[in-house]
């Protein structure tokens, strides 16, 4: 039986509701997009794109906006505007060495020196304000030397107890789910720890030996004695080597073993490895700077965690209340987070999003844990128009291979952040396109130089950008574009991606041809 045109009307109109607005795009832009996700490579790829105009809401071009993706480090954009947003951009961090008596006559402490971690990711030598020339400072201990300068000051000369680093204000599971083993060996996957020393990392920096058959000579930064180095390399006269340098960290026996080749031309390697208890790794580093000032220390250095078993509950508890100390010997205080949060971004600092997502379950929910974290941030989200059933996030870093997020949710987090009070604060926490960050060689030859500004991903098979654009006509777009399962090189793909924003860079809104259904996109969140 056939339908009456007034039936059919009603039907399509029905469809029109169920679907959604269809967005007006950039006919042009689109053409010119399809060409580029059109190469053969490409297209066994999963692209997900989304391109929308700050000023009047509409969409400037969009492909499986709202396709689940693994976002890699996009995840930081999510974290950290959960951070500024909770915690405020001044908010700030101590690291404090207390103790549970005053000091005696002779400038004696009769119990244990406790170092306390008060969740200041650069708690280093790191150089903040973020500087894009120099990442750290030319002395590792720097902090720790203050820390045990300001003690000695005020009149510290012997502990009878031990130096213990209390890392308690987070619940202590160092890992989240979705980080693989291989992870933990190196900085990137940093054990997270409210007292986090040097990134929780230590440089390992190799060199070729004396003459060839000799054993590589290494040196240790920040030189603590945390690690047992077996040195089982070997210097190579080739320029060419049979085996390349490995690895293996044993962490229930502090060791190291590192074995392969190097060759004798080799001007070097470095080779930056985790920590796996990150209070203990600070406790060493106190107690040798103590004693090298002249501090007697008749215990040994420990670590004090929060266990997970401790915990009632991950997902949030009664107000966090810290412990008073009758002694406070000295205490660094960090930047604000607005700084803090643009070396998270910039340098895609993987342990510094896991701490700030933490510290925001610490501060309101009163339990210093991932779930916490994560459950303020499901919170932070639908204040921002976000539906549940856009996001699944695991970790605050982006390293979890559980993370999903759609192109669409990223584009709304970031509009809303754009409509924000916090809008200097958070686009200038993100790469400047040719400049510095992550994207400090990227862009830097072509129109988006200076004119984007965005967090970069990778992982196996995925990468990632989303940020904003300045056109050079002066509009504002938010875009974000995630690509994964690709079975090509990941430089391919990333060139892809910077050919598609540059792309929509030197797009003109002329191309644009509005229609009714895009004005209803354009009054969305």
Not at 270 to 285: G, K, N, Q, R, T
Request: hydrophobic share 40%; charged share 20%; net charge negative.
């Amino acid at each position: 039986m056939m339908m009456k045109p007034m039936a059919l009307r009603c039907l399509f109109l029905g469809l029109l509701f169920l679907i959604g607005p269809v967005a007006a795009q950039d006919p042009v832009l689109s053409h010119q997009v399809e060409q580029i996700m059109d190469r053969p490579a490409a297209r066994r790829a999963f692209w997900g794109v989304q391109f929308v105009d700050l000023d009047t809401g509409e969409v400037v071009y969009q492909n499986y906006e709202e396709k689940l993706f693994v976002p890699a480090s996009n995840a930081k954009l999510y974290s950290t505007a959960l951070a500024l947003t909770r915690l405020g951009p001044d908010r700030r961090f101590a690291t404090k060495l207390v103790a549970d008596e005053q000091l005696g006559e002779s400038g004696g402490i009769q119990g244990d020196l406790l170092l306390i971690g008060g969740a200041d990711p650069n708690f280093s030598s790191r150089i903040v304000p973020y500087n894009p020339k120099a990442e750290y400072g030319d002395d590792p201990l720097e902090p720790v030397r203050r820390l045990a300068q300001q003690a000695y000051d005020r009149g510290l000369r012997s502990v009878a107890g031990n130096i213990v680093g209390d890392d308690s204000r987070f619940v202590w599971t160092p890992y989240p789910e979705g980080w693989s083993v291989e992870d933990s060996t190196w900085s990137y996957g940093a054990p997270v720890s409210s007292l986090s020393f040097n990134d929780n990392r230590i440089e390992i920096l190799v060199r070729p030996g004396a003459a060839a058959g000799q054993p590589a000579t290494l040196r240790l930064e920040p030189s603590v004695g945390y690690y047992a180095v077996h040195n089982l390399t070997r210097t190579a006269t080739t320029r060419t080597v049979a085996r390349a340098l490995s690895i293996e960290l044993k962490p229930e026996q502090k060791a190291v073993r590192l074995w392969g080749d190097i060759s004798v031309r080799s001007p070097g390697r470095e080779l930056s490895i985790a920590v796996d208890d990150p209070a203990l790794f600070a406790a060493i580093a106190l107690k040798q700077e103590l004693e090298r000032l002249g501090v007697e220390v008749a215990g040994t250095p420990a670590a004090k965690h929060y266990d997970l078993a401790e915990a009632p509950d991950l997902k949030g508890g009664p107000p966090a209340t810290l412990q008073a100390y009758p002694l406070e010997l000295a205490s660094i205080e960090s930047a604000p987070l607005r700084e803090i949060i643009k070396i998270t971004n910039k340098t895609s600092q993987n342990l510094h999003a896991e701490m700030l997502l933490r510290e925001v379950g610490y501060s309101l929910r009163g339990v210093g844990s991932h779930e916490a974290g994560i459950e303020e941030m499901r919170t932070f989200l639908k204040e921002a128009g976000l539906s549940p059933w856009e996001f699944f996030l695991s970790d605050g870093s982006g390293l979890s291979r559980k993370d999903l997020v759609s192109p669409a949710a990223t584009v709304k987090l970031l509009r809303h952040m754009w409509n924000s009070p916090l809008r200097e604060a958070y686009v200038e926490s993100l790469a400047t396109a040719g400049e510095d960050g992550t994207l400090d060689w990227r862009f830097s030859r072509s129109t988006a130089k200076s004119r984007v500004s965005a967090k970069t991903g990778t992982l196996s098979h995925v990468t990632a950008l989303s940020g904003y654009a300045t056109t050079l006509d002066g509009r504002h777009l938010a875009f974000s574009i995630f690509v994964n399962n690709f079975g090509v090189s990941t430089s391919y793909i990333r060139n892809l991606v910077d050919q598609i924003v540059i792309a929509a860079v030197e797009s003109t809104p002329s191309n644009v041809t509005a229609t009714e259904p895009a004005a209803a996109v354009a009054g969305g969140p």
